[in-house]
């Protein structure tokens, strides 16, 4: 009976000891990696966009792993899709949280990404913003979120820059009542009035409308010197050249959310000469040339306009990690928030004291033939 029970109780402690080995085997595992999120639309209509985003986060991984990881430890990913969706992009966060992700990089509608900045901060996670830019996101911001792009003020300074260098008086806005288009027509128009010049219109256009015959007669009557899009690609090619048909023929702008070639391909001849103010794309930066071959190489299509700031902003925070000396949340916060003139191949990196760019790194374009050209 005495050799059944010691029997019985080897067992059980050869068992327990198997299960000790296997979690501590697993624990050296994970100890040997540190786990990001990538949290970017990759369903709905900026899919195009969260893919590039995410290929280009990708990329920077590949490469830190390559050269050794940080601190000695492989760096994996997980995506979350937020399809530009406030509702879908609360899932998205807390699926990261969930996963126990200890740094996230993402966000390219500011919508989406206001509402996971609180629930980020709640888990003391941070996240590096390469592309959404509302000033909203200040106010709703813990202290967590880091904006590597201009804000949309530092657009609307870009704009009326433009606007007043070609003697522009009256000025007509359209939006299309969404957040990032709305407020960047809000902020330009106290911006220009507060500059001692007129706003004569300000329009809302509905997300796929087609006839935009009764605006382009409210436009000729009110005789603008100048147009500004504030919206999308997707519907503003349309106004564009209906505009130039109905003969407006003075100066037409469009904001950053229509730096695609698409506009172009779309709007045909109309949109020649049309401005955009942009984001650092890298047809324009000279430290891009070997991320464009390196992504080339991987993904067989050409990066897109955010891609920079993405890839960028993953560099950022493995440099940020290094600093802190650990994969440790706290520290990561500190260490992003000591950021001073971080190389990026989209420029430099420093950080306001609200976790906004130091320096604007908006540019001004020009539409010639099919595509972007640098304004100056």
Known sequence: MLGGYLTKKWF???????????????????????????????????????RDMENAILLAVSEINA????????????????????????AAANKLI??????????????????????Y???????????????????????????INSAGIDQVITAVNLFKEKKIKKLAIIHQRDSYSKELAALTEKKWKAMGHEVVAVEVVAK?????????????RKAP????????????????????????SKLIAVGDGSNSPKLMEIAGKAAEGVFCFSKPMIEYLPAAK??????????????????????????????????????????????????KEFKGIAGPIS?????????????VLIAKGNNWALYN
């Open 12 to 50: 059980s402690m050869a068992v327990v000891a198997a299960v000790m080995r296997f979690f501590l085997v697993g624990q050296s595992f994970a100890a040997d990696e540190i786990k990001v999120g990538i949290m970017v639309p990759t369903t709905g209509l900026e899919a195009a966009f969260g």
């Open 67 to 90: 050269k050794g990881g940080i601190l000695g430890k492989n760096v994996i990913t997980t995506t979350s899709d937020d399809a530009c969706d406030p509702k879908q992009a609360t």
């Open 98 to 119: 969930a996963e126990d992700v200890v740094a996230v990089v993402g966000g390219y509608c500011s919508p989406a990404t206001a509402p996971t900045l609180k629930i």
């Open 121 to 147: 901060g709640d888990a003391g996670v941070s996240i590096v913003i390469p592309v959404a830019d509302s000033s909203k996101l200040i106010g709703v911001n813990p202290g967590n979120g880091f904006q």
């Open 208 to 220: 796929g409308e087609q006839d935009h015959s009764a605006l382009v007669t409210r436009l000729k």
């Open 225 to 248: 010197d100048a147009v500004f899009w504030t919206a999308y690609y997707d519907d503003g090619p349309l106004v564009i050249k209906q505009l130039r048909q109905g003969g407006f």
């Open 290 to 339: 070997a991320f464009v071959d390196s992504y080339k190489k991987k993904f067989n299509q050409d990066p897109g306009p955010y891609s920079a700031l993405s890839y960028d902003g993953m560099n950022l925070l493995a440099d940020a990690i290094i600093r802190a000396g650990a994969a440790d949340k706290a520290a990561i916060i500190k260490a992003l928030k000591e950021t």
């Open 351 to 363: 950080f306001k004291p609200n976790n906004t760019l130091a320096v604007s790194n908006f540019v």
